[in-house]
């Protein structure tokens, strides 16, 4: 199965700042079938990003995702006070999908 | 709007069957893939499988051997089994709807696997 490696762990970071979380795969993933997933405390993840850089519905323009093959990288511009939580990807090119370990934005 | 509400047992003894139910409200079952994917500090996000609303499924081979999906479509309903239960398999499941991608999912609902 592929391995997603999430970096960094946790990221510090102020309100309105940038933040860039990237995600390495085991092996290339088939035609950038990754998602972007975001998890806030107590809460159910929310699908962010599809197809490495398609927002799902209703995701605020400041999220994009880029990447292809093993590298994927999700951009949040202007960190809002809601977007403090953890992050994670997920591929589905290859069963079974697979998801990384997560990255923790928070609040510097 | 689509919702999701898992409902079964919260103990599940050891070797004993872990057994739950996620009802769907505000939209129809049909049409739709519907999958359970699990959350465990040791192991973070795992996707269990999925199943098709007319019956077809797919499992996480790691757990393949254990789990039984199933779908009633009368009642909006979809079902986990997942017997032989250890320790190992004590989680937050969540049920959700999508085969690859989850756009809905339910709250979730912790199961603690001890005797």
């Known amino acids: 199965e592929i391995v997603l490696t999430q970096s960094p762990g946790t990221l510090s970071l102020s309100p309105g700042e940038r933040a860039t979380l990237s995600c390495r795969a085991s092996?290339?993933?088939?035609?950038?079938?990754l998602a972007w997933h975001q998890q806030r405390p107590g809460q159910a993840p929310r699908l962010l990003i599809y197809?490495?850089?398609s927002r799902a519905t209703g995701i605020p323009d400041r999220f994009s995702g880029s990447g292809s093959g093993t590298d994927f990288t999700l951009t949040i511009n202007r960190l809002e006070p809601e977007d403090f939580a953890v992050y994670y990807c997920?591929?589905?090119?290859?069963?079974?999908?697979?998801f990384g370990q997560g990255t923790k934005v928070e609040i510097k | 709007q689509v919702q999701l509400q898992e409902s079964g047992p919260r103990l599940v003894k050891p070797s004993e069957t872990l057994s739950l139910t996620c009802t769907v409200s505000?939209?129809?079952?049909?049409?739709?893939?519907w999958s359970w994917i699990r959350q465990s500090p040791g192991k973070g996000l795992e996707w269990i499988g999925y199943?098709?609303?007319?019956?077809?499924?797919n499992y996480n081979p790691s757990l393949k051997s254990r789990v039984t999906i199933s779908v009633d479509t009368s009642k909006n309903q979809f079902s986990l089994k997942l017997n032989s239960v250890t320790a190992a398999d004590t989680a937050v499941y969540y049920c959700?709807?999508?085969?690859?991608?989850?756009?809905?999912w339910g709250q979730g609902t912790l199961v603690t696997v001890s005797s």
């Open positions: 959700a709807r999508g085969q690859v991608t989850f756009d809905y």
């Open positions: 505000g939209g129809s079952i049909r049409s739709y893939y």
């Open positions: 199943i098709y609303y007319s019956g077809s499924t």
């Open positions: 092996q290339s993933v088939s035609s950038s079938y």
């Open positions: 197809g490495a850089s």
């Open positions: 997920q591929q589905y090119g290859s069963s079974p999908w697979t």
